[in-house]
């Protein structure tokens, strides 16, 4: 099955059961020809495989201080920080990258997480622990409410907007759809080809809301008229 199917069929299934490795690798494989998802996936399994304390403690400490897993602070708007597989060869990422990498190490360990779509920086949370958040981009950093909102108007300038409704778990369709809305927006999509694969990957997840599903259909038309 080549990415594209692998992608439409694993965006398929039903946001709780859903694969969110394999539909981040199969989006990684757009850029990258020739990833082998399968492989990708295995590097996970034994990132899972060594980590000392199967907790989601643990774990912060595995990825974050072991292994030095970190957010690209130097160059943010590198494509690369969006591609999993990238992000598991540099340890170098964006929040939603490096959130993918917890909530599937953490599945794989037992200690379930949680994505949270913060509004401008995607955070984590424990799925057993309550009011306690996770920044993966500034080393996993633990963060209570306060810390939150601080967080939501340093990105935003103020803290207006901000409430505790914006810390609530993810589904892992938004997720995957915050990660091709990022690319959408981003440098990669000066390439109209790159733009092509984007936007029929953002069409094919399920329940899209109709007004970005008009806007992503037309701009796929519009790159479809860039190659005819």
């Known amino acids: 099955m080549d990415p594209t199917e692998r992608f439409a069929?694993?965006?398929?299934?039903?946001?709780?059961?859903?694969r969110l490795d394999v539909?981040?690798?199969?989006?990684?494989?757009?850029?990258?020809?020739?990833?082998?998802?399968?492989?990708?996936?295995?590097?996970?399994d034994e990132l899972a495989r060594r980590c000392p304390t199967p907790t989601f403690d643990g774990m912060r400490a595995y990825l974050f201080q072991?292994?030095?897993?970190?957010?690209n602070e130097r160059d943010y708007g590198d494509p690369e920080n969006s591609f999993l597989d990238s992000v598991l060869t540099r340890?170098?990422?964006?929040?939603?990258?490096?959130?993918?990498?917890?909530?599937?190490?953490?599945?794989?360990?037992?200690?379930?997480v949680h994505g949270v779509g913060m509004p401008g920086h995607f955070l984590v949370m424990d799925a057993a622990r309550e009011g306690v958040w996770c920044d993966p981009f500034h080393g996993g950093a633990l963060y209570d409410l306060d810390d939150c909102r601080r967080l939501f108007s340093r990105v935003h300038g103020n803290a207006r907007g901000f409430s505790r409704a914006l810390l609530a778990p993810t589904d892992a369709h938004s997720i995957v759809a915050r990660m091709l809305g990022n690319l959408e927006t981003g440098r990669l999509a000066a390439d109209p080809m790159a733009l092509g694969w984007m936007c029929e990957l953002h069409l094919s997840l399920p329940d899209l809301p109709a007004d970005q599903r008009e806007r992503i259909s037309a701009t796929r038309r519009a790159v479809r008229s860039r190659w005819n």
């Open 66 to 71: 072991a292994l030095g897993f970190r957010g």
């Open 23 to 44: 539909a981040a690798f199969c989006l990684a494989a757009h850029a990258h020809p020739g990833l082998d998802v399968d492989r990708g996936c295995a590097r996970l």
């Open 91 to 112: 340890r170098v990422g964006i929040p939603i990258s490096l959130a993918v990498v917890m909530m599937e190490v953490g599945r794989r360990i037992g200690a379930p």
């Open 9 to 18: 069929a694993a965006v398929a299934a039903p946001a709780e059961e859903m």
